[in-house]
């Protein structure tokens, strides 16, 4: 299980998307696109699914150390993680709260230094987001200008009729 959406796969276990998507709160096609990778969920739909299964934030995110969050941790969960701000995880010195969290990655705090890891996979598909969106817009403005001169055609050829 390299990535992450094979590991919330392998969590969900013989639940369906449904049942598991109604559990952590998203909707199916939400869940199919994570566990495609095809999109990265939120930092409250990670923790809702460590919340569900009982595996570590670390583990789900990384792919290293236990699957399980040991028992002395408790389950992990949005009340514990904004209570302090941070909350530490074995392995790593922290993941910042999603308030303060960037919006292109998930920041980690080694040694009290924010650092941001972005990673290529999430750069590709925010530039391939970027270039639908340009295309959208354009085919959307390309189809205002067709049907404008569709009604204008239409009313000229009214006019070509009716003077016979």
Request: aromatic share 4%; net charge positive; glycine share 12%.
């Amino acid at each position: 299980m390299k990535t992450l959406g094979s590991r919330i796969r392998f969590v969900r276990g013989a639940l369906s998307q449904e049942v598991f998507a109604a559990k952590i709160g998203v909707s199916k096609g939400s869940l199919g696109g994570y566990e495609r990778d095809e999109n990265l969920p939120n930092s409250d739909i990670i923790l809702k699914i460590c919340q569900e299964t009982g595996v570590s934030v670390e583990w789900l995110l990384l792919g290293t150390g236990a699957p399980a969050a040991s028992d002395e941790e408790g389950p992990v969960g949005p009340g514990k993680l904004l209570a302090g701000g941070t909350l530490t995880l074995p392995g790593m010195m922290g993941v910042v709260a999603p308030s303060s969290m960037p919006q292109n990655g998930i920041a980690f705090v080694p040694d009290g230094k924010m650092i941001q890891q972005e990673c290529a996979r999430c750069r590709r598909l925010e530039e391939r987001l970027e270039r639908l969106e340009d295309e959208r817009r354009e085919l959307s403005e390309e189809n205002r200008r067709l049907w404008k001169e569709n009604s204008l055609l239409n009313a000229r050829l009214a006019r070509m009729k009716a003077r016979g």
